[in-house]
Nanobody, 119 residues
Framework: QVQLVESGGGLVQAGGSLRLSCVAS???????MRWYRRAPGKQRELVAS???????SYADSVKGRFTISRDNAKYTVYLQMNSLNAEDTALYYC??????????????WGQGTQVTVSS
């Protein structure tokens, strides 16, 4: 099993920055780690992902502003968010793809941390 605990959300003014963290408590092997978000009235969106090898990808809407990183020794994934704007207001979820050879791999989700950007 994997338990994910996100932190770092909050209220910030437009143009400001926040750093989200997600700590995974797990006895399984963690592969990809991702951040999703769901804004009011919108579908869930993949914001950024980082593979086990460190390769990253981003939604077009956050490229150049957000940076995803991971610390494998701490089972933690981060999302540094800069130049925030009102469209970034959403509930941000941590997601990991984890498992073990023999039992398989699957997605695990955190409870989410709210990010609100005031204009």
């Amino acid at each position: 099993q994997v338990q994910l605990v996100e932190s770092g959300g909050g209220l910030v003014q437009a143009g400001g920055s926040l750093r989200l963290s997600c700590v995974a408590s797990s006895t399984l092997s963690i592969n990809a780690m991702r951040w999703y978000r769901r804004a009011p009235g919108k579908q869930r969106e993949l914001v950024a992902s980082i593979s086990g090898g460190g390769s990253t990808s981003y939604a077009d809407s956050v490229k150049g502003r957000f940076t995803i990183s991971r610390d494998n020794a701490k089972y933690t994934v981060y999302l540094q968010m800069n130049s925030l704007n009102a469209e970034d207001t959403a509930l941000y979820y941590c997601n990991v793809f984890a498992g073990r050879i023999g039992i398989g791999f699957r997605d695990y989700w955190g409870q989410g941390t709210q990010v609100t950007v005031s204009s």
